[in-house]
């Protein structure tokens, strides 16, 4: 899901959660979204992971947000990919 979806769909409570736990805020997120700023490596892997936290409470109303999604160039996490798959 990207993260514009994600937003749209998630309640105020959701999306402050998402934003608090990525030192960010709200508006931030939204220039995410837009395409109008690219996230760190390091704040995408964070809102994936956080937003996967969040979707697995909404009841299938949200999906994570994948970390590819919000960074300039998505191929800096081939190598972090292939190495997940060979460990688990």
């Known amino acids: 899901m990207e993260l514009s979806e994600f937003l749209k769909r998630a309640s105020k409570r959701e999306r402050a959660e ?7 805020s709200v508006s931030y997120l939204y220039q995410l979204a837009g395409k109008h700023r690219f996230a760190s490596a ?19 109303r949200l999906d994570l947000v ?15 990919n292939k190495i997940i798959s060979e460990v688990f």
């Open 18 to 24: 998402l934003a608090e736990v990525c030192n960010n």
């Open 42 to 60: 390091l704040l995408a892997i964070k809102i994936e992971i956080v937003s996967g936290r969040i979707a697995k409470k909404s009841d299938g």
């Open 66 to 80: 994948p970390r590819e999604s919000l960074v300039r160039y998505p191929e800096i996490f081939m190598d972090i």
